[in-house]
Nanobody, 124 residues
């Protein structure tokens, strides 16, 4: 089994910064994709930022709404992914979820795991 544990989040004023972190633990062979999603009240969950695995070149992608403000980073040795959020806006308010696509064994397929979510509130 794989667990994703998120940390960070909280209340911040507009223009402020927050850093989210997610650590994967458990028994697995490797992690392919890692990313952050968010879900605001009454809206669908959406991709915020993602980073591919080493075998896929470690490329990153961002939602248009966060480009230039958010930065995703990944530490493959520690199986962690972080999201640095700068210049936060009220519309960034949401529950943020970590996601990882994990290869449990070399013979197994790709399994999808989610963290429990962490609240980010941007308000004055």
């Amino acid at each position: 089994q794989v667990q994703l544990v998120e940390s960070g989040g909280g209340l911040v004023q507009p223009g402020g910064s927050l850093r989210l972190s997610c650590a994967a633990s458990g028994s697995f062979f490797s992690i392919n994709f890692m990313g952050w999603y968010r879900q605001a009240t009454g809206k669908e969950r959406e991709l915020v930022a993602g980073v591919a695995g080493v075998t896929s070149g470690g490329s990153t992608n961002y939602a248009d709404s966060v480009k230039g403000r958010f930065t995703i980073s990944r530490d493959n040795a520690k199986n962690t992914v972080s999201l640095q959020m700068n210049s936060l806006k009220p519309e960034d308010t949401a529950v943020y979820y970590c996601r990882a696509k994990v290869i449990l064994t070399p013979m197994a397929g790709l399994y999808d795991y989610w963290g429990q979510g962490t609240q980010v509130t941007v308000s004055s």
